[in-house]
């Protein structure tokens, strides 16, 4: 089972909103977009090891931020 399906599955349950944490620690983003585009709105993100470390309010332009700011993508603009 997939993100998309487990996203769909939480969108039957009433679910509206996910919070994604350890982005500190992740370099693929793609699970947050399959997760949205199956209904669920990403509301905040955490960047640290704990549960409740540094969680911040969530934007368009914050997952443009992190996604351009992948290994591959620091490697062609350094």
């Known amino acids: 089972m997939g993100t998309?399906?487990?996203a769909t599955q939480f969108v039957r349950?009433?679910?509206s909103r996910f919070i994604a944490t350890?982005?500190?620690?992740s370099?693929?983003?793609?699970?947050i977009l399959?997760?949205?585009a199956?209904?669920?709105?990403?509301t905040y993100y955490g960047m640290?090891?704990?549960p409740t470390d540094l969680f911040e309010a969530f934007s368009a332009e914050k997952l443009a931020d992190l996604l351009m700011?992948?290994?591959?993508?620091?490697?062609l603009l350094s």
């Open 4 to 6: 998309g399906d487990i």
């Open 13 to 15: 349950l009433g679910c």
């Open 22 to 25: 350890r982005l500190d620690v």
């Open 27 to 31: 370099g693929v983003y793609g699970n």
């Open 34 to 36: 399959n997760a949205t």
């Open 38 to 42: 199956n209904g669920l709105a990403l």
């Open 48 to 50: 640290g090891p704990m």
């Open 69 to 75: 700011k992948t290994p591959l993508s620091r490697e």
